[in-house]
């Protein structure tokens, strides 16, 4: 008999902000950061790619207690029929699998390890200690101690924002977990705009290259993964959907109500001002690498692809995405310049370090953060 976990899954597709919601809601007692549990095997295990704690993932205390309590080898062997079992071509047989209330991918000899590995995440992935005093990136692994974890306080719950709705509802499946989805939104201008920078898959050591698909593949992809998550979850009662626009907005308020979503008290949340978060390091595995960001880092609308993205790719992007911008209360025309079109290559995901401050105030991005999203006519309500 394995114990129950709560899992709140980040569904969804990628470039929407999902490291930093993770990562900030890894910050809160009630919470662990995991991370995007689902490349735990390849890319922790076989590539040994660092932890959020800056470690090699093989060498994370935190992730060798876990794997402890998840017996078995081969990973390489777990990450291929994973990806083989959740291909997007397999969709339509997922998709009515869920309909006739099958479980939506067929059950493999692996999930008996991904049943057990959600309780061990709970048991040991706690928060890290955070630092005495903001601090730079070079310092997040030194300022975080070898330490064995003690047991989690009980109710934890675990964030995997591994985004991909056919891993989500494998998930949904496995005795023993209790799933929540967060689905997590952004305008797919953006994404696919952010899709088209270079960014290196670990930060600026990493010789690799995140994928950078085209524009219409990525407005595709957005259109397959966030109609999907709609089919699979939204009306359910364990579904809550938020925008990346809004949690930027109002970051505290939009992480209060994550917790109330999965029922936790936040405590103390880790804002000290509406648009700065004081981050510590957490043990999340894969994502992009702004989750090695620590200290007190400002939470600002990446607006760069207002003005920057070709008319084309937005005519393209629009023309593909169109029936769910609606339905997510996007505007269709393209929204006026922002009011602060300020060169945005440092940050990622919608943070950028704070310690500088001042030409970060609060004044220089006030009440209108998104650009012309919040002062759309199109853009009021959430849609659906
Ligand atoms: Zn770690």
Redesign the pocket.
């Given at each position: 008999m394995v114990s129950r976990v709560r899992v709140l899954y980040l569904a969804g597709s990628g470039r929407s902000g999902s490291t930093l919601v993770t990562t900030i809601l890894g910050q809160l007692p009630g919470f662990v950061a995991a991370g995007e549990v689902r490349y735990l095997w390849r890319r922790g295990l076989v590539e040994n790619r660092p932890?959020?704690?800056g470690?090699p993932l093989r060498s994370?205390p935190?992730?060798t207690a876990v794997l402890r309590d998840v017996p078995g080898s081969d990973p390489a062997g777990v990450a291929a029929r994973l990806g083989g079992r959740l291909r997007i071509r397999r969709l339509p047989v997922l998709l009515r699998r869920h309909r006739r209330g099958q479980p939506s991918v067929p059950g493999h000899p692996d999930d008996a390890r991904l049943a057990r590995l959600y309780p061990a995440i709970a048991r040991h992935v706690g928060a890290v200690p955070a630092p005495a005093e903001p601090s730079g990136p070079s310092a997040a692994g030194e300022s975080e101690p070898a330490r064995v974890p003690n047991p989690p306080p009980a109710g934890r719950v675990v964030v995997d924002s591994s985004k991909l709705p056919p891993y989500g509802a494998l998930l949904g499946d496995l005795p023993g977990v209790d799933l929540y989805v967060l689905h997590l939104v952004r305008d797919p201008r953006a994404t696919a705009f952010s899709w088209r920078r270079r960014r290196r898959l670990d930060g600026d050591l990493d010789d690799r290259l995140m994928s950078r698909p085209p524009v219409w593949k990525a407005a595709l992809l957005w259109l397959v993964w966030n109609a999907t998550t709609l089919r699979l979850w939204a009306g359910t009662g364990r579904y809550l959907r938020v925008r990346y626009e809004d949690f930027v907005a109002d970051p505290a308020g939009t992480v209060a109500r994550i917790a109330g979503f999965v029922g936790v008290d936040p405590g103390e949340l880790p804002f000290p001002t509406p648009d700065t978060v004081r981050l510590a390091p957490t043990?999340s595995v894969a994502g992009n690498p702004a989750r090695h960001r620590t200290g007190v880092v400002s939470v600002v609308a990446d607006n760069e692809w207002v003005t920057a993205l070709p008319r084309w790719a937005y005519a393209v992007v629009t023309a593909l995405t169109w029936p769910l911008l609606r339905r997510f209360g996007y505007p269709i025309r393209r929204p006026a310049p922002p009011f602060t079109a300020r060169p945005t290559r440092a940050t990622t995901a919608g943070t950028s370090p704070a310690g500088g401050g001042s030409e970060t105030g609060p004044r220089d991005h006030p009440a209108t953060p998104l650009g012309g999203h919040r002062t759309s006519p199109d853009a009021h309500g959430q849609g659906g």
């Open positions: 932890c959020g704690c470690r994370c935190v992730w043990h």
